[in-house]
Protein backbone atom coordinates (compact mmCIF):
# COMPACT_ATOMS: atom_id res chain seq x y z
CA UNK A 1 0.00 0.00 0.00
CA UNK A 2 1.07 3.06 -1.14
CA UNK A 3 2.05 5.96 1.92
CA UNK A 4 2.29 9.85 2.52
CA UNK A 5 5.71 8.96 1.44
CA UNK A 6 6.81 8.17 -1.88
CA UNK A 7 9.84 5.41 -1.17
CA UNK A 8 7.85 3.30 1.79
CA UNK A 9 5.10 0.82 1.17
CA UNK A 10 3.03 -0.28 3.80
CA UNK A 11 2.07 -4.17 3.91
CA UNK A 12 -1.24 -3.75 4.99
CA UNK A 13 -2.62 -7.31 6.18
CA UNK A 14 -4.35 -8.94 8.88
CA UNK A 15 -1.96 -11.53 9.87
CA UNK A 16 0.58 -8.52 10.11
CA UNK A 17 -1.74 -6.31 12.42
CA UNK A 18 -2.43 -9.43 14.79
CA UNK A 19 1.70 -10.12 14.75
CA UNK A 20 2.33 -6.38 15.38
CA UNK A 21 -0.13 -6.54 18.28
CA UNK A 22 2.24 -9.19 19.56
CA UNK A 23 4.98 -7.54 19.23
CA UNK A 24 4.26 -4.42 20.30
CA UNK A 25 2.81 -5.97 23.90
CA UNK A 26 5.43 -5.29 26.62
CA UNK A 27 4.48 -8.67 28.22
CA UNK A 28 5.41 -10.90 25.38
CA UNK A 29 8.30 -13.18 26.22
CA UNK A 30 11.48 -13.84 23.70
CA UNK A 31 10.39 -16.77 22.04
CA UNK A 32 6.98 -15.85 21.27
CA UNK A 33 8.38 -12.20 20.16
CA UNK A 34 10.73 -14.63 17.55
CA UNK A 35 7.68 -16.59 16.30
CA UNK A 36 5.77 -13.30 15.34
CA UNK A 37 9.07 -11.76 13.72
CA UNK A 38 9.23 -14.91 11.76
CA UNK A 39 5.45 -15.14 10.66
CA UNK A 40 5.99 -11.31 9.54
CA UNK A 41 9.03 -11.87 7.56
CA UNK A 42 7.44 -14.46 5.60
CA UNK A 43 4.57 -11.66 4.62
CA UNK A 44 7.39 -9.16 3.70
CA UNK A 45 9.70 -11.96 1.99
CA UNK A 46 6.54 -13.00 -0.18
CA UNK A 47 5.92 -9.26 -1.29
CA UNK A 48 9.04 -8.43 -2.07
CA UNK A 49 9.70 -11.88 -3.93
CA UNK A 50 6.42 -10.36 -6.14
CA UNK A 51 9.31 -8.58 -8.46
CA UNK A 52 11.37 -11.68 -9.11
CA UNK A 53 12.41 -12.74 -12.53
CA UNK A 54 12.09 -16.51 -13.74
CA UNK A 55 12.84 -18.09 -16.45
CA UNK A 56 10.88 -21.55 -17.86
CA UNK A 57 12.31 -24.76 -18.04
CA UNK A 58 10.69 -28.08 -19.33
CA UNK A 59 10.12 -30.67 -16.93
CA UNK A 60 8.88 -34.38 -16.87
CA UNK A 61 5.08 -34.82 -14.55
CA UNK A 62 4.41 -38.65 -14.04
CA UNK A 63 2.13 -37.75 -17.24
CA UNK A 64 3.73 -35.78 -19.58
CA UNK A 65 6.37 -33.24 -20.49
CA UNK A 66 5.37 -29.79 -19.35
CA UNK A 67 6.86 -26.20 -18.25
CA UNK A 68 8.51 -25.25 -15.22
CA UNK A 69 9.74 -22.32 -13.89
CA UNK A 70 12.92 -21.15 -11.51
CA UNK A 71 13.93 -17.67 -10.26
CA UNK A 72 17.09 -16.76 -11.98
CA UNK A 73 17.29 -13.58 -9.46
CA UNK A 74 20.32 -13.99 -7.10
CA UNK A 75 19.37 -12.41 -3.87
CA UNK A 76 21.27 -11.62 -1.10
CA UNK A 77 19.50 -10.80 2.65
CA UNK A 78 22.07 -8.41 4.63
CA UNK A 79 21.04 -8.21 7.87
CA UNK A 80 22.04 -5.76 10.22
CA UNK A 81 22.94 -7.08 13.42
CA UNK A 82 21.97 -7.83 16.35
CA UNK A 83 18.01 -7.44 15.50
CA UNK A 84 17.96 -8.02 11.74
CA UNK A 85 18.87 -11.67 12.77
CA UNK A 86 15.46 -12.05 13.73
CA UNK A 87 14.29 -11.78 10.42
CA UNK A 88 16.86 -13.87 8.52
CA UNK A 89 14.91 -17.42 8.88
CA UNK A 90 11.26 -16.20 7.53
CA UNK A 91 13.15 -14.51 4.43
CA UNK A 92 14.93 -17.75 3.92
CA UNK A 93 11.99 -20.02 4.28
CA UNK A 94 10.74 -18.30 1.82
CA UNK A 95 13.22 -17.12 -0.59
CA UNK A 96 14.96 -20.52 0.06
CA UNK A 97 18.19 -19.60 -1.80
CA UNK A 98 19.52 -16.44 -0.76
CA UNK A 99 23.23 -16.01 0.36
CA UNK A 100 23.05 -13.82 3.43
CA UNK A 101 25.55 -10.96 4.32
CA UNK A 102 25.78 -9.04 8.00
CA UNK A 103 26.28 -5.74 9.07
CA UNK A 104 27.42 -5.00 12.52
CA UNK A 105 25.94 -1.85 13.81
CA UNK A 106 25.31 -0.53 16.89
CA UNK A 107 23.79 2.69 17.76
CA UNK A 108 25.73 4.65 20.39
CA UNK A 109 23.11 5.71 22.83
CA UNK A 110 24.12 9.88 23.25
CA UNK A 111 24.77 10.45 19.85
CA UNK A 112 21.80 8.18 18.54
CA UNK A 113 24.76 7.58 15.71
CA UNK A 114 25.40 4.04 14.17
CA UNK A 115 29.26 2.90 14.87
CA UNK A 116 30.37 -0.36 12.63
CA UNK A 117 31.97 -3.22 14.59
CA UNK A 118 31.16 -6.34 11.44
CA UNK A 119 30.88 -6.50 7.94
CA UNK A 120 30.68 -9.46 5.52
CA UNK A 121 29.07 -10.14 2.37
CA UNK A 122 28.60 -12.67 -0.11
CA UNK A 123 30.93 -11.95 -3.52
CA UNK A 124 27.36 -11.59 -5.95
CA UNK A 125 26.94 -8.58 -3.77
CA UNK A 126 27.41 -6.28 -6.72
CA UNK A 127 25.08 -8.58 -9.20
CA UNK A 128 22.15 -9.79 -6.83
CA UNK A 129 18.98 -8.05 -5.54
CA UNK A 130 20.32 -6.87 -1.39
CA UNK A 131 17.22 -6.68 0.77
CA UNK A 132 18.53 -5.13 3.79
CA UNK A 133 16.56 -6.22 6.81
CA UNK A 134 16.61 -4.48 10.10
CA UNK A 135 13.34 -4.57 12.29
CA UNK A 136 13.32 -1.10 13.11
CA UNK A 137 13.90 2.33 11.40
CA UNK A 138 13.96 5.33 14.03
CA UNK A 139 16.02 7.74 13.18
CA UNK A 140 17.08 6.24 10.39
CA UNK A 141 20.94 6.78 10.66
CA UNK A 142 21.94 2.53 11.26
CA UNK A 143 20.05 1.90 7.55
CA UNK A 144 21.73 4.78 6.14
CA UNK A 145 24.99 3.73 7.34
CA UNK A 146 24.41 0.27 5.92
CA UNK A 147 23.57 0.84 2.75
CA UNK A 148 26.68 3.57 2.07
CA UNK A 149 28.83 0.52 3.58
CA UNK A 150 27.04 -2.03 0.69
CA UNK A 151 27.20 0.56 -2.09
CA UNK A 152 30.93 1.46 -1.10
CA UNK A 153 31.27 -2.43 -1.57
CA UNK A 154 29.18 -2.24 -4.52
CA UNK A 155 25.74 -3.10 -4.56
CA UNK A 156 23.64 -1.43 -6.84
CA UNK A 157 20.07 -3.06 -6.39
CA UNK A 158 18.92 -2.36 -3.10
CA UNK A 159 15.97 -2.57 -0.93
CA UNK A 160 15.08 -2.40 2.57
CA UNK A 161 13.07 -4.03 4.83
CA UNK A 162 12.02 -3.31 8.62
CA UNK A 163 9.10 -4.52 11.21
CA UNK A 164 8.25 -0.80 12.32
CA UNK A 165 9.48 2.55 10.76
CA UNK A 166 9.18 6.21 11.83
CA UNK A 167 8.64 9.20 9.65
CA UNK A 168 11.99 10.70 10.87
CA UNK A 169 13.61 7.39 9.53
CA UNK A 170 11.91 7.14 6.49
CA UNK A 171 12.89 11.23 5.74
CA UNK A 172 16.25 10.09 6.42
CA UNK A 173 16.92 7.65 4.04
CA UNK A 174 15.02 9.11 1.24
CA UNK A 175 17.55 11.93 1.45
CA UNK A 176 20.34 10.26 1.42
CA UNK A 177 19.25 6.96 -1.19
CA UNK A 178 16.23 7.98 -2.95
CA UNK A 179 16.19 5.04 -5.35
CA UNK A 180 15.83 2.61 -2.02
CA UNK A 181 12.22 1.50 -1.64
CA UNK A 182 11.47 0.73 1.94
CA UNK A 183 8.72 -1.92 2.44
CA UNK A 184 7.38 -2.20 6.08
CA UNK A 185 5.16 -3.66 8.89
CA UNK A 186 3.77 -0.49 10.07
CA UNK A 187 4.53 3.33 9.82
CA UNK A 188 4.39 4.70 13.60
CA UNK A 189 3.93 8.38 14.58
CA UNK A 190 6.88 10.04 15.83
CA UNK A 191 10.28 9.07 17.76
CA UNK A 192 10.89 10.23 21.14
CA UNK A 193 13.32 12.09 22.27
CA UNK A 194 15.69 8.97 22.93
CA UNK A 195 15.26 7.76 19.53
CA UNK A 196 12.83 5.32 20.49
CA UNK A 197 10.12 4.88 18.21
CA UNK A 198 6.35 5.57 19.24
CA UNK A 199 4.29 3.49 20.47
CA UNK A 200 7.02 1.08 18.98
CA UNK A 201 8.00 -2.29 20.13
CA UNK A 202 10.55 -0.79 22.62
CA UNK A 203 14.44 -1.96 22.05
CA UNK A 204 13.94 -4.48 18.98
CA UNK A 205 17.44 -6.35 19.66
CA UNK A 206 16.16 -7.20 23.31
CA UNK A 207 13.02 -7.91 23.11
CA UNK A 208 14.54 -10.77 20.54
CA UNK A 209 17.11 -12.43 22.72
CA UNK A 210 16.07 -11.42 26.21
CA UNK A 211 18.90 -8.99 27.22
CA UNK A 212 16.02 -6.33 28.61
C1 LIG B 1 18.35 -0.92 16.65
C2 LIG B 1 17.67 -1.44 15.41
C3 LIG B 1 18.34 -0.66 14.32
C4 LIG B 1 18.58 0.67 14.98
C5 LIG B 1 17.53 1.63 14.48
O1 LIG B 1 19.59 -1.50 16.82
O2 LIG B 1 17.76 -2.83 15.25
O3 LIG B 1 19.55 -1.24 13.85
O4 LIG B 1 18.43 0.48 16.40
O5 LIG B 1 17.74 2.89 14.97
P1 LIG B 1 18.14 4.10 14.03
O6 LIG B 1 17.20 4.10 12.87
O7 LIG B 1 17.94 5.30 14.94
O8 LIG B 1 19.58 3.96 13.62
P2 LIG B 1 20.51 -1.22 18.10
O9 LIG B 1 21.48 -0.12 17.78
O10 LIG B 1 19.64 -1.03 19.30
O11 LIG B 1 21.39 -2.52 18.18
P3 LIG B 1 20.95 -4.03 18.52
O12 LIG B 1 20.27 -4.58 17.31
O13 LIG B 1 22.26 -4.69 18.77
O14 LIG B 1 20.04 -4.03 19.73
N1 LIG C 1 15.87 0.73 17.98
C1 LIG C 1 14.97 -0.10 18.56
O1 LIG C 1 15.25 -1.29 18.78
N2 LIG C 1 13.77 0.40 18.90
C2 LIG C 1 13.43 1.68 18.67
O2 LIG C 1 12.30 2.08 19.00
C3 LIG C 1 14.38 2.53 18.08
C4 LIG C 1 15.58 2.01 17.73
Do not use: W
Amino acid sequence: MTTQFPNFFLIDHPLIKRDMTVLRDYSTPPEIFREAVKRISHILAVEISKDLNTAEFEIETPLEKTIGFKIIDEVVLVPVLRAGLGMVTGFLEIITDAKVGHIGLQRDETTLKPVEYYYKTPKNINTAKVILVDPMLATGGSATEALNYLKKRGAKNLMFACLVAAPEGIKKLNAHHPEVKIIGAALDRELNNKGYILPGLGDAGDRTFGTL
